[in-house]
């Protein structure tokens, strides 16, 4: 079983700090990958410099074709879209971890300003988290974390040079 996430219309310099973040919550949050529409050095090194130090394996990659990847990925998963018109996600979020406990793989599609009508066409659950305004970063965030029901926010690696130690009035931090 793997979770990935497919971020649509990353725009270069505009959203470099956006798509950055994205990718982060993805990783902290229980994905296993990251997938881009387009080429971004600076978003590519900071993932990499975030898991050589913090540990895993997730990955960051380009796909050539949005579309391309997403039917490719339909023969293998299922296809979540987070948009603020789906099903509620606590309408959903039962049948979706259920097909993840079966093996499913899940792709989850986060857009940005404009998304194209044909992910709404692709996905097999288009889901909303929530009916106001708000960022793909807490949809994203949200949707992760009812998923794995809270299991991946203490994760350790082991081959984390850092480690943050949970406490209640200091930092405190390990490092390899």
Request: hydrophobic share 40%; no cysteine.
């Given at each position: ?5 497919l ?6 310099e ?17 994905a ?11 978003v590519k ?7 050589e130090?913090w540990?895993?394996n997730?990955k960051?990659?380009?796909?050539e ?12 998963g ?6 603020m018109y ?9 049948t ?5 406990k ?8 986060v857009?940005g ?5 044909e ?5 097999d659950y ?14 994203l965030?949200?949707f992760?974390d009812?998923?794995?029901e ?27």
């Amino acid at each position: 079983m793997v979770v990935e996430v497919l971020r649509l219309g990353h725009r270069g310099e505009r959203d470099r700090r956006t798509s950055t973040h994205v990718a982060l919550t993805a990783r902290a949050l229980g994905a296993d990958k990251i997938l881009f529409t387009s080429e971004d050095d600076h978003v590519k090194e900071s993932i990499s410099k975030v898991v050589e130090n913090w540990g895993g394996n997730f990955k960051f990659e380009v796909v050539e074709s949005w579309k391309g990847y997403v039917r490719s990925f339909k023969k293998r998963g299922i296809v979540i879209h987070l948009t603020m018109y789906g099903e509620s996600v606590n309408e959903r979020i039962d049948t979706i971890r259920e097909l993840l406990k079966e093996g499913k793989d899940i792709l989850v599609v986060v857009g940005g300003e404009k998304v194209p009508k044909e992910i709404y066409e692709l996905a097999d659950y288009n889901i909303s988290i929530g009916n106001q305004p708000h960022s793909e970063i807490a949809a994203l965030a949200i949707f992760l974390d009812r998923l794995f029901e809270g299991k991946t926010l203490y994760r350790d690696y082991p081959d984390a040079k850092i480690k943050v130690i949970p406490s209640e009035r200091k930092k405190v931090v390990v490092r390899k």
